[in-house]
């Protein structure tokens, strides 16, 4: 079944204590994707990366990382969370990467991370 | 910049209502429209997209008309269940060669039987 996982589902944790959020996609995406959601902000994107080893910032980039070393996996690092971090997360995966149509592939979605900074 | 611009919800529906959910954009050249849908607790999912000026999409009985001259994109529906409750949000993409979506706020749609 193609998919986009993401782990954990759930999590709270204190100020200042650095964590990572797992996303992993099985269909050889090119494209992966992490967004922030939130009350009447809607998604905004935090990074992006077209392919393995590019990665760019999005809208929202400030306190977070990311890397792409494999093509599957897309994992974001907060190395020190705060509680204006609190949101709920959703990772997605696109066919397009570089040099590919712009826009016309679908985003595959996982199913969320909340996240909960104390 | 690109934006979208979607109504505030919630938009409370009796089943069987007709739906209609608007949404604006600002983008430079020629984006593609996407309309996704995100029910309680899941992921988005892509409900579904035009490419350029004129072309209609549709899905599950959803349907959304690509505007270029008003800039458009709003999302119908002829009659909507309760199983269509759910938020809406409008997206485009306009990126040269990848997928970057730009998303409006979300609509959420509340159908009472």
């Known amino acids: 079944e193609a998919q986009v996982t993401q782990n954990p589902r759930y999590l709270i944790t204190v100020t200042g204590k650095k964590l990572t959020v797992t996303c992993s996609q099985n269909m050889n995406h090119e494209y992966m994707s992490w967004y922030r959601q939130d009350p009447g902000l809607g998604l905004r994107q935090i990074y992006y990366?077209?392919?393995?080893?590019?990665?760019d910032k999005g809208d929202v980039p400030e306190g977070y990382k990311v890397s792409r070393k494999e093509k599957r996996n897309f994992p974001l690092i907060l190395e020190s969370p705060s509680p204006n971090q609190t949101s709920l997360y959703f990772c997605a995966s696109s066919r397009d990467g570089q040099g590919g149509l712009a826009g016309v592939s679908e985003q595959y979605f996982g199913p969320g991370t909340r996240l909960t900074v104390t | 910049g690109n934006s979208v611009t979607q109504m505030e919800g919630p938009v409370t529906l009796s089943e069987e209502a007709f739906l209609t959910i608007n949404c604006t954009y600002t983008a430079t050249g020629y984006p593609s429209l996407f309309w996704y849908v995100q029910y309680p607790g899941e992921g988005l999912q892509l409900l579904l997209k035009?490419?350029?000026?004129?072309d209609k999409g549709s899905n599950k009985g959803f349907e959304a008309t690509y505007r270029k001259e008003t800039t458009s994109f709003h999302l119908e529906k002829g009659s909507v269940q309760v199983s269509d409750s759910a938020v809406y949000f409008c997206?485009?993409?306009?990126?040269?060669?990848?997928?970057?979506?730009?998303f409006g706020k979300g609509t959420m749609l509340l159908v009472s039987p």
């Open positions: 990366s077209m392919n393995v080893e590019v990665t």
């Open positions: 997206a485009l993409s306009s990126g040269s060669g990848y997928s970057t979506l730009t």
């Open positions: 035009a490419t350029k000026a004129d």
